[in-house]
């Protein structure tokens, strides 16, 4: 498993992302989507998630705000999951090999 995507769009999601956060094998996988207005660069701090939305940005650089309809410009979860695919496709093939002599 290279990636794991989530959606935060219910308390049962948010419940997934506290474990998979806390989880250090999963973790730097995880890319997390949510709504613009739930995003910790754009919403005020103080709640749980927002924080912990915060704390995963800063060690893994991996929370994108997603679907936010004419409130921001940021693309739908659909057309940003095969853009963060590929990409990391891309990194993985170009990256330079570990060559033990």
């Known amino acids: 498993m290279d990636l794991v995507f989530l959606s ?23 890319r997390v989507l949510v709504r613009p207005e739930y995003h910790p660069v754009h919403s005020p701090p103080g709640s749980y998630l927002t924080d912990l939305y ?14 936010g309809g004419r409130q921001a410009p ?9 853009m963060l695919v590929e990409r990391h496709r ?9 060559i033990t002599k």
């Open 90 to 98: 891309e990194i993985k093939a170009f990256r330079p090999l570990n």
């Open 74 to 82: 940021v693309p739908s979860a659909k057309a940003l999951i095969p």
């Open 54 to 67: 915060l704390t995963h940005l800063v060690r893994h650089g991996h929370v994108y705000p997603v679907d």
């Open 8 to 30: 935060i769009e219910s308390w049962g999601a948010a419940a997934e992302f506290g474990q998979f956060s806390s989880n250090p094998k999963i973790a730097p996988k995880l």
